[in-house]
């Protein structure tokens, strides 16, 4: 592998209590003195990311920071007997953006516990296309299969903040498991982007965020992945069918909701918490196996635009602002 003496990585400083973003050249020696060394191919931005890149919501502890919470790319030297050089590893999800500096950034030094071998049929940049929102995705897919979930079940899967990163991934992958999807939009303009992903009908936005006229509406969904919160989620679980549950994984409208029981007492719903930064590291592996059997390649294309790190400023105020279609791959070289 080719000795690498400098790289570029987008770096975020605090200076009297004002956060700057900017792409810095740096050298290995400016790196923490970690177990694995990886020479970075690709990241991507979540809003996590866009939080970090503005210095908000308590991501970084100390600047200056390299943000990014997904990285994939090639070992280049390893204290840890789990890995070698010239292995493919991939770590999305994790605290690498928190505890130490992230993806936005050629190289990366990283506790080799935060790593996980990718499989062969997932390229570096495709494992990017996927990130931590498709990994996500994928949790909830099979969350909700673990708890009955089966494309014969009356009523459709709503997927919320759909036309969103982990939303177009769930879309496509529901859509390939059979499941009859509904998807839910504020942006009118991705119908014929969420429908060529496999959604079955769409729903927008305001129909949801207006409330029923009771507890409970009447059963629509057979499942649902809510992306966003607050009063759409209060909504969809009085219109889930008997039994069925609603994945509950972001917070993109708001963190709070106000909601009945009833739906709980009288349809027996079930709400099941999603996070993927707390997922089992040994279980890793076998979830991007899963992802790679059952997301199809030509979907995952269709969602991704590629931008270098220059564009990460720009593009973290479009994901706060919930304007990001799809997933955007970060080539850091670039
Ligand atoms: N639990 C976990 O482990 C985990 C993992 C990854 C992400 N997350 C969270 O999941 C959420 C989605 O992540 P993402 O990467 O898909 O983010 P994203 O790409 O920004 O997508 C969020 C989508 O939500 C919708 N939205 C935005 N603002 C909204 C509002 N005010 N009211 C209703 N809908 C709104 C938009 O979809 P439309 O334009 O289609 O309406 C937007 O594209 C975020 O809150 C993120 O923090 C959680």
Redesign the pocket.
């Known amino acids: 592998m080719a000795e690498i003496s400098a790289f570029k990585a987008l770096v975020v400083r605090k200076v009297d209590d004002q956060f700057s973003a900017s792409v810095e050249e740096m050298t290995l020696e400016d790196l923490p003195d970690l177990e694995v060394t990886v020479q970075i191919d690709f990241s991507t931005i979540?809003?996590?990311d866009g939080l970090a890149i503005k210095g908000r919501g308590g991501i970084a502890k100390a600047w200056p920071h390299i943000p990014g919470i997904d990285l994939a790319g090639t070992v280049l030297a390893s204290r840890s007997p789990d890995f070698a050089p010239g292995d493919r590893v991939v770590t999305t999800?994790l605290k690498a953006s928190e505890a130490a500096w992230g993806g936005f950034s050629g190289m990366a030094r990283m506790d080799g516990g935060w790593l996980t071998k990718l499989p062969d049929q997932i390229s570096n940049r495709q494992a990017m296309a996927i990130g931590?929102?498709g990994f996500?995705a994928m949790?909830a897919l099979q969350a909700l299969e673990e708890q009955g979930l089966k494309p014969e079940n009356e009523g459709q899967v709503l997927i919320?903040?759909?036309?969103?990163?982990?939303?177009?991934i769930a879309v496509a992958l529901f859509a390939a498991a059979g499941y009859r999807v509904a998807?839910?939009?504020?942006?009118p303009e991705?119908q014929q982007y969420l429908k060529d992903l496999g959604a079955a009908s769409i729903i927008s936005?305001e129909e949801l965020e207006t409330p029923s006229k009771g507890p409970l509406a009447s059963a629509r969904w057979a499942a649902a992945i809510d992306?966003?919160?607050?009063v759409?989620l209060a909504n969809l679980l009085a219109g889930l069918h008997q039994g069925a549950a609603c994945a509950?994984?972001?917070?993109?409208?708001?963190a709070r909701f106000e909601a009945s029981v009833i739906p709980f007492l009288l349809r027996g719903v079930k709400m099941i918490?999603?996070?993927?930064?707390n997922f089992p590291m040994p279980k890793r592996y076998g979830l991007w196996q899963r992802l790679a059997r059952r997301l199809p390649v030509d979907k995952l294309d269709a969602i991704t635009t590629e931008a270098g790190l220059g564009a990460l400023p720009g593009l973290s105020d479009d994901?706060l602002a919930?304007?990001?279609?799809g997933r955007v791959v970060i080539d850091v070289n670039n």
């Open positions: 979540n809003y996590k999800s931590t929102a996500t949790m919320t903040g759909a036309a969103g990163g982990v939303g177009s998807a839910s939009t504020g942006r991705n936005r992306n966003v919160g607050g759409i509950c994984v972001g917070l993109a409208a708001s918490g999603i996070d993927s930064g994901i919930g304007k990001v279609k």
